[in-house]
């Protein structure tokens, strides 16, 4: 199967967002221990509280690595203008790539580059209403629903495995 596409700055903000969700558990240890640390830190800074300036320090920074937690454990709340951002500066705006989707992987060549990933290597996979996401050794792959037809989606989710 064969088509072109492009990305664009929501479509990456919304593969990233899958990505994130999709790989919590893998995360969600290091935003559990943002968590407690920051409670930690917040318990001992408020029954320190009159002993000068540190406890005040210490329950600043409570509160900053809790927030840090959260904004870890939901990156829809915040992370949306940051991806955008992002996409903007790799440059990648409105440049076109055609895939090659076969049963032995993707194939992706773009205007500088050449990407060749078998299914073995894609360690993570994805789909929501906009997009299909693929991800493989750094390198996000991300094909907007818009361009390709039903047939093809389908074809899509039977080659990768996606129900």
């Known amino acids: 199967m064969e088509f072109e596409y492009e990305i664009s700055a929501e479509d990456y903000a919304d593969a990233l967002i899958l990505y994130y969700r999709l790989n919590r558990r893998r995360l969600s240890t290091s935003t559990g221990s943002l968590f407690i640390f920051g409670g930690f830190l917040l318990?001992?800074?408020?029954?320190?509280?009159?002993?000068?300036?540190?406890?005040?320090?210490?329950?600043?920074?409570?509160?900053?690595?809790?927030?840090?937690?959260?904004?870890?454990a939901f990156?829809?709340?915040?992370?949306?203008?940051?991806?955008?951002?992002?996409?903007?500066?790799?440059?990648?705006e409105g440049k076109k790539s055609h895939a090659n989707v076969n049963e032995e992987g993707l194939n992706i060549t773009g205007d500088d580059e050449t990407w060749s990933r078998p299914w073995a290597d894609i360690s993570?996979?994805?789909?929501?209403?906009?997009?299909?996401?693929f991800y493989s050794r750094g390198t996000l792959f991300i094909?907007?629903?818009?361009?390709?037809?039903?047939?093809?989606?389908?074809?899509?989710?039977s080659l990768t495995g996606l129900s």
């Open 43 to 72: 318990t001992v800074g408020l029954i320190e509280r009159e002993k000068g300036l540190s406890p005040l320090l210490l329950v600043a920074l409570g509160a900053f690595t809790i927030w840090l937690g959260i904004v870890s």
């Open 75 to 92: 990156p829809r709340l915040s992370s949306r203008k940051k991806f955008r951002r992002h996409f903007r500066e790799l440059g990648i």
């Open 124 to 133: 993570s996979r994805g789909e929501d209403k906009q997009l299909f996401m």
């Open 143 to 157: 094909f907007a629903k818009r361009y390709l037809t039903s047939e093809q989606q389908q074809e899509l989710r």
